[in-house]
């Protein structure tokens, strides 16, 4: 079964930094999606970016250079770095993972982890 295990979500200031790692494990194909997703309260879930086995990237709008989304040599993790933090940044992030077409929105996975909490305080 699919294992998505996400880590290096903290509370920060506006304008800090925070690098998020993801690792994957379970998964048969050789030829996978894996992204990231945030959800804060009361709201949907909003996709980040996404990063296929063959190194095509999607980011969100919001993103606007801020982040980063890049994939060890084995494919099997993936990091965020995330620079200029905003309190509008507080949020769940969840690592997911999908067969499909790869794209950063949340239709795009089928499997998700457990979220790692971003806190951006003024």
């Known amino acids: 079964q699919v294992q998505l295990v996400e880590s290096g979500g903290a509370s920060v200031q506006t304008g800090g930094s925070l690098r998020l790692s993801c690792v994957a494990s379970?998964?048969?194909?050789?030829?996978?999606?894996m992204g990231w997703v945030r959800q804060s309260p009361g709201k949907e879930r909003e996709g980040v970016a996404s990063i296929a086995t063959d190194g095509r990237i999607h980011y969100a709008n919001f993103v606007k250079g801020r982040f980063t989304i890049s994939q060890d040599n084995a494919k099997n993790i993936i990091y965020l770095q995330m620079n200029d933090l905003k309190p509008e940044d507080t949020a769940m992030y969840y690592c997911?993972?999908?067969?499909?077409?790869?794209?950063?929105?949340?239709?795009?996975?089928?499997?998700w982890g457990q979220g790692t909490q971003v806190t951006v305080s003024l």
């Open positions: 997911a993972m999908g067969f499909g077409y790869c794209y950063h929105t949340p239709s795009a996975f089928g499997y």
């Open positions: 379970g998964y048969r194909n050789s030829n996978f999606c």
